[in-house]
């Protein structure tokens, strides 16, 4: 039980029991007239509101009753022992002591998990007694810090009984306000809950989110963009909405569609092979540039290389290699100094180097 709502109920049980410590019984004799006594002596704050006890508690009962004010029940959970709902848009795989450090560390200086996640029962799985609906950064959270060093951290959450439906909406409203939900995780969980939810009916799912309908259908159609094509880019992160439609639109063509994953198979070896050699990422404009370029057959590349600052603008280019020398390109505005472009130009002439197309002697 949360502290505020213990707290609260304590307060009218004591209230009570001073209103009828301080009130007569009505069924006694009226008694010979004595001496004044003093007075119990109440606390401060039912002191202040002695003429008002009874009312104050009936009323506040009445409120309780008739719906108005709600009682949430908060509980302190094992977090291995509640499993994360499917139809959360967030995916709980792609969560990592990195990406949710700031959590952990708010949770460790507030000595606590403050904010509740929501969760329902479940039956049936003898592993789990709850499902995570809202709140699943906050169960990698404790689980992290339960296996480093806080074994005793507790998972805090508030019980909803919610159909599937009733989830989803939930848990989009919550996942709105987050940054960390990439537009691709949301347009995937949409086109789920599409079928899942509402029979494909578009219109209605529209309605009953409150978003505008056209808006809806186009992270459904990037929703359908293909693994193979988003491991083109660096990260799924980078796949936002609207550059990412007239992508989802072109991959309708079949003909299109081959030679754009043939270029994002490409694509993908060459982000990895960046990774593996400690370079900046191919930024995601670029990414698309070629992608959507790929369905017009080979194209001359006008750069060769490229090295980009952590920001993902780049700072350097190699445009050509021939005999006569090597074109390099150096980009304003990338914020690069010049020590950043020195170690660019040795970079590129290394990797020039490994791929036999290096300035000869």
């Known amino acids: 039980m949360a502290r505020t ?6 307060d009218l049980l004591a ?13 006694a004799p009226a008694p010979l007239p004595a001496p004044a006594a003093p007075e119990p002596e109440l606390p401060p704050r039912l002191a202040r ?36 709902w499917p139809g959360n848009a967030r995916v709980y795989a792609d969560l990592n002591e990195e990406n949710v450090r700031e959590l952990i560390d708010s949770i460790v200086a507030e000595n606590g998990q403050k904010v509740p996640a929501v969760v329902r029962r479940i039956e049936g799985d003898p592993d789990h007694d709850y499902e995570v609906i809202a709140g699943t950064r906050r169960h990698f959270a404790i689980s992290w810090l339960r296996a480093h060093s806080y074994p005793d951290m507790q998972f805090v959450a508030q019980v909803a009984q919610l159909d599937d439906e009733a989830a989803f909406r939930l848990a989009d409203l919550e996942n709105r306000a987050r940054k960390d939900v990439s537009d691709l ?41 293909p693994d193979a094509v988003v491991a083109a880019f660096a990260s799924p992160a980078d796949m936002l909405l609207k550059p990412a439609y007239p992508l989802a639109q072109a991959l309708d063509d079949k003909a299109a569609a081959k030679a754009i994953v043939a270029e ?40 060769l290389y490229q090295w980009s600052m952590p920001s993902g603008r780049t700072a350097l280019s190699v445009l050509s290699v021939n005999r006569q020398g090597v074109t390099v390109r150096l980009h304003a ?29």
């Not at 709502?5 to 304590?10: E, P, S, V």
């Not at 949301?186 to 789920?192: F, K, L, V």
């Not at 209605?204 to 990037?222: D, F, H, P, T």
């Open 5 to 10: 709502q213990k707290d609260y109920l304590a």
């Open 15 to 27: 209230e009570e029991a001073a209103a009828e410590a301080a009130a007569p019984a009505a069924s």
């Open 49 to 84: 509101t002695r003429g008002t006890t009874l009312l104050g508690r009936e009323s506040a009962l009445a409120r309780v009753a008739s719906g108005e004010v709600r009682q949430v029940t908060q509980l302190l959970l094992d977090p291995s022992r509640v499993r994360i």
């Open 185 to 225: 995780e949301r347009a995937r969980n949409y086109a789920e809950a599409l079928k899942a939810h509402y029979g494909n009916h578009l219109t209605r799912m529209a309605e009953r989110l409150k978003l505008s309908k056209g808006w809806l259908s186009k992270m459904i159609k990037v929703a359908g963009i």
């Open 264 to 303: 994002a198979k490409a694509l993908s070896r060459e982000q990895a092979d960046r990774r593996a050699s400690g370079h900046a990422p191919i930024a995601a404009a670029d990414v698309l540039r070629r992608l959507l370029a790929a369905p017009s057959g080979p194209q001359v590349a006008d750069e």
């Open 333 to 361: 505005g990338s914020g690069a100094s010049r020590d950043h472009l020195v170690n660019a130009f040795r970079d590129a002439l290394d990797q020039l180097e490994r791929e036999g197309r290096g300035l000869q002697p």
